[in-house]
Each structure stands twice: as C-alpha cells, then as structure tokens.
C-alpha cells in the first residue's frame, strides 16, 4: 500500500529547531514610559534590528478586538468563489491592489520554479484618489484601493490600515534613536509613506512537501519594516545567523516585527534583514496579515550618515525607496514581470 495521501511527510530541509532567540519586547514602556524606559525599550529594539533582524511587539497600542475583526473579514473574503474575488484582481490594477491568486505571488523563485508560493492574498494600499498630485503625477503604485463587495469589509480594513500606520510610525521612531539619529529622523520622508496591508489564506499543505512549494517560499521582506499578525496555525520560520531555521511560533497579543532589505540598505546593513519562510502543517486553514511599512515614494535611500564606521565605504548604490519597491515587485509577482 503507498503512503496515504493525507499524511504530512515534510522534507528534512523543511525542518526547524527549538530556540528561544526571537525577542519578545513589551512596548509598554516606549509608548507611555518614562524617558529612562523608553531608552531602555530603544535599546531592546535596536539590539534585535542589529541581531537576527526579528522580534515579537506585545502591548503596542493596536486593540485585540480590531485584529479579530480583520482577521475574520480576511477570512469572510478568501471563502468566496474565485469568480468573485477575480472581481478585484490584481492584475486590474495600475497600482499593485487587489486580489492574487494562489501561486501569484513567489517569494523564492529560485526554489519554486513551476509553481509560486501555496497561499493567496489582497493587496491594500493607501487609497488615493485620481486627484491626488502623486496619482496625477503618474507615481508608481498610488491609486485607489479595490475593495471586495461585502458590506463592512473595507471599513474595518481602513480601521486596521491606520492603526497599523500609527504604529509603524511609533516604531520608526524607536528605529532613529536607536541608530542615533534624532527621534524624528524619518518622520520627514512620510508625507504619504507607502504602507500596504496584505491579508493572505494559506490553504492545509499535505503529502510530501518540499522546498519546491510551501506556503511563503524563503524571502526576506523588500521594504523598510514589516508588522505580522499571525493566526493560531504556526509555520513562520526565521533563519538564525548561525543558518539554522527558527519557529516563531503564534505568541497571544504579539506582532512579529521585521527589517526588510530597504532598512538593511539604508542602515549599510547595520540593521538586518532576515530570510523566513511559511509551511503550514497544521492540518487546516491559515490566515496571517502583514503590514508593510515602507516611506514616501521619492525618499533617498542611501547610507545613513551614523551607519557608516571610520575607514569604512557604503555597501549599496544609493536607490530610492519607490524604485526599490518597484525591483523588488516585478521580481516576484507573475503578472507584473511582463511590465
Ligand atoms: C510575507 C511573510 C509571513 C506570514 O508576507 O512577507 O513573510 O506568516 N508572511 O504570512
Ligand atoms: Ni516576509
């Protein structure tokens, strides 16, 4: 008899260990501290962007009540039919919003050549109108949203989206003081930072999975700062400095926060940007919402004035966080390589 379908057989490439090396920082005391508990809380922070470039944020502001809700709209919206979905699809979109299919989006396309990463998700941005001067102006990646037709939908979405944003910015923050810079360093390059919200539907993964197609193939983040909030399901792994895979399994309350490759090139690689990868093996479905934060389309992004040492020459060519997004998207996105 051969191996039933329905048993998991996951490749040893696929497994990870057991360490307790991704920090759970309590933000507390950053948000509402005194002056000595907020340096203290920078600190935390910076010590994770500077190590394994992971952490988990818990008591950072944004309500339980409101990440249920999103996460139940997300849900309401992947069980819909594709037909209806396919309403709003990405590829409809002159600004990167909207619906992609599962497959659509290959975080490791060296790996998972045929076949794209095994979940779906939706796309949404901060949603500007045709009069806007940076959509006038024919700026990449600004315009409107498209929203699915279900009564409620978008306004728990936009609820999330700025409360998210609010956070982001907070951090930000912690991120300049941490790289000794004044507190407000960034806030100049966010009139309209490019944040996008992307709610994503794993589907149960079964059988003999390997590195050719998993949930989130192993990628590191393109933009500045990515917040996550995860279901019950598991299956984000972090790899360590050493090249050992780490779970980051759910944590009650938390968001896992991680620098994307932007941060690591304005940062000369001072702040790191980690690979990680998804493999749902919980035997249903899983549902995650990440938030990329990213800063105004025109921000310079080359090396930081306190990031470079004595004797030392920047890494990267300078680029602009706009320009950088747009590489990085054709890169994994199907449809927008034929651009
Ligand atoms: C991503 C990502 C992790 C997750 O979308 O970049 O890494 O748990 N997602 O969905
Ligand atoms: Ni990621």
Not at 181 to 198: K, V
Not at 311 to 331: R, W
Request: proline fraction near 7%.
């Amino acid at each position: 008899m051969g191996a039933m379908p329905d048993t998991i057989q996951l490749d040893p490439s696929l497994a990870a260990t057991k360490l307790a090396a991704i920090p759970i920082i309590n933000l507390e005391p950053l948000l509402h501290g005194t002056q000595e508990e907020q340096a203290l809380a920078i600190r935390e922070i910076g010590d994770a962007c500077r190590n394994i470039g992971f952490f988990y944020v818990i008591n950072h502001g944004v309500p339980e009540a409101l990440v249920a809700r999103v996460f139940a709209e997300a849900a309401r919206f992947f069980a819909l039919p594709d037909a209806r979905k396919a309403e709003i699809a990405i590829e409809k979109s002159g600004c990167h919003r909207g619906w992609f299919k599962m497959g659509g989006e290959n975080l490791d396309p060296a790996k998972q050549k045929q076949s794209g990463d095994l979940k779906e998700g939706v796309k949404i941005g901060r949603d500007l109108g045709a009069d806007h001067p940076l959509v006038a102006a024919g700026t990449p990646l600004h315009g409107p949203n498209q929203w699915p037709d279900l009564p409620g939908w978008r306004a728990v979405m936009q609820e999330y989206y700025d409360a998210m944003e609010a956070l982001g910015r907070r951090l930000l923050q912690a991120f300049a003081s941490a790289l000794g810079l004044s507190s407000e360093y960034f806030d100049g390059w966010l009139d309209a930072p490019m944040t996008t919200l992307g709610p994503l539907h794993y589907p149960p993964q079964k059988g003999h999975i390997t590195e050719a197609q998993i949930g989130a193939g192993a990628h590191t983040d393109y933009g500045c700062l990515t917040m996550l909030a995860q279901d019950e399901a598991g299956g984000l792994q972090v790899r360590g400095k050493a090249g050992v895979w780490i779970d980051a399994p759910p944590v009650a309350g938390s968001f896992v926060v991680n620098i994307g490759d932007m941060m690591e090139r304005w940062t000369n690689g001072v702040f790191t940007s980690t690979l990680h990868r998804v493999i749902n093996v919980s035997g249903r479905e899983r549902y995650s919402v990440p938030f990329f934060f990213d800063p105004d389309f025109d921000t310079p992004v080359e090396c930081l004035a306190t990031c470079l040492g004595v004797g030392e020459a920047p890494k990267y060519a300078p680029t602009t966080a706009g320009q950088h997004l747009l590489d990085m998207i054709n890169a994994s996105f199907s449809y927008h390589q034929k651009k």
